[in-house]
């Protein structure tokens, strides 16, 4: 195939309307496509790796062999378009991209940018995402370096390991989120909600913090805070073991496997926490309230569990696994 042509002039084409024209094996990389028409287009062999084609009409046109690695797609019109050998590989798309009948996205190596989705792994450096919805997607291990998440619907989002350097996340809504290991180098967060967060293994020393809530968010000794920044005065419980948590509202985080040994947790609300293999032995869970706790495979040994609210018939199951009742 041959050499696309360079289009550079397209960048700054005031024009929005391109239906029918002929683009073939044109360069119209990232070039800025938002809400163009492009109606019958012929664009076959294009490379428009990381275009922006958001709510742009391609009804009918042609991107055969096309190549559209990490374009954004959000919101356009495909449905009949034709698209036989393009390349979409770490494109994205949303709830109110068209498809051709038939047109796997998922299948074609796309990522789809709405609530609850796989994005593990997926690059999404350097581009905006203000006020998108995520709510409960899998993003670990996700690239969003120099993106703009700001206002961004981010609460129960796994962003494990994600690397978030000089990532724009003010005012974005990470509640409930985990960003154990995630790297965060010269991350704003400013004015950011971050109640509940899991920060285990996180770099925030080089974060900006102004004015973000950190109301029950969660770290550990290995977790790294800006200099000065209290992020004791700011709400944040420090998970480890002999840790004072007198009265904590640790309620439906994620603490599987984490290391609670002899750890103050009397009057504690653990209600609907995951303590998977967690080892809590010789803590002390008086008075507690470990209704809907999941303690499975959780060491027990040793641990006083006198007055804590539990699930009907579990107090002889944990006994058993050397609770003190």
Known sequence: MATPTPMTSLSCSPLQSLAGLDLTQRSLIAVDFWGYDLTGADLTGADLSRAVLRDATLNHACLQFAQLARADLRGAQLQAAMLQGADFRGAYYDLNTLFPQGFEPHLAGMYALCPESDLSGADLQHIDLSGIDLTDSDLSDARLEGSNCFGSWLAGVNLTRAKLSQTNLSYAH??????????????NLSHAVLTKVSLFDARLDS???HQADLAGAVCNSATLWPPGFDWQAAGVYLIGPNASLWGADLSELCLMGVNLSHAN???????????????LSGADLRDANLQSTNLTAANLTGADLTGAALPAASSASLAERGAIF
């Open 265 to 279: 947790l009397v009057g504690a609300n653990l209600q609907d926490t995951d303590l998977w293999g967690a080892d």
């Open 207 to 209: 974060c900006l913090l």
């Open 174 to 187: 990470l509640s409930a989120a985990r960003l154990d290991q995630a790297v965060l180098w010269a991350t």
